[in-house]
């Protein structure tokens, strides 16, 4: 597979020249052996990349009080903050404010 130099969009056999799926951007296959390069898949140019900013949560929830604005639904994860023999500390994240805080046992 070789990609466009302009771009980086892929470039894909048309006639005796591969052409860039993206810009205008073509390469003569005349002088190099034509049957190397074939489409085995089609692209559906419909086919989007959705792009989802960082406000993204991939972190488990729980019922916790915010201490800054009090709603009761938290994310949370662990840290081992102290020495491997302690307790790890426990992170939250208020769902509402985005407030951090922490607990220890």
């Known amino acids: 597979m070789e990609f466009c130099p302009k771009c980086g969009g892929m470039l894909l056999p048309n006639g005796d020249k591969i052409k860039c799926s993206s810009c205008d951007f073509k390469k003569d296959l005349s002088s190099e052996k034509s049957n190397e ?3 085995s898949e089609k692209i559906k140019a419909k086919d989007n990349i959705i792009m989802k900013g960082e406000d993204v949560e991939t972190l488990p929830t729980t019922k916790a009080s915010c201490p800054k ?7 949370w994860w662990l840290l081992q903050t102290r020495s491997a023999d302690e307790a790890p500390t426990r992170f939250f ?4 404010c985005k407030h951090t805080w922490r607990e220890y046992d």
């Open 93 to 96: 994240k208020c769902t509402e």
């Open 37 to 39: 390069y074939a489409v």
């Open 69 to 75: 604005c009090g709603n009761t639904k938290a994310s």
